[in-house]
């Protein structure tokens, strides 16, 4: 079955970095394009970052472009998220996304000093 697993969520100070990680298994991971979505507390889930199967293509949010790194790894099934100069707007849990409708479980990002 479709298993979607995060990792590498912590508090971190503003201005910090954090590399998110989510290992895939139970689908041919090279056959889908990968996403990361973040929710933050009382606000709607809202799409971050999007990979297409073979990484030549992303998308970004307006309000992480600049900051926020895709990538992913076919061979290691595993697609990852670098975030750079956080702030505290982007305290949220942050969940990768396989289509159509498979979630992990999130991790939780906490940006505060």
């Known amino acids: 079955q479709v298993q979607l697993v995060e990792s590498g969520g912590a508090l971190v100070q503003p201005g910090g970095s954090l590399r998110l990680s989510c290992a895939a298994s139970?689908?041919?991971?090279?056959?889908?394009?990968m996403s990361w979505y973040r929710q933050a507390p009382g606000k709607e889930r809202e799409l971050v970052a999007e990979?297409?199967?073979?990484?030549?293509?992303?998308t970004y949010a307006d309000s992480v472009k600049d900051r926020f790194t895709i990538a992913r790894d076919n061979a290691q099934n595993t697609v990852y998220l670098q975030m750079n100069s956080l702030k505290s707007e982007d305290t949220a849990v942050y969940y990768c996304?396989?289509?159509?409708?498979?979630w992990g479980q999130g991790t939780q990002v906490t940006v505060s000093s």
């Open positions: 990979i297409s199967r073979f990484g030549g293509g992303t």
């Open positions: 996304y396989r289509p159509v409708g498979y």
């Open positions: 139970g689908f041919t991971f090279s056959s889908y394009a």
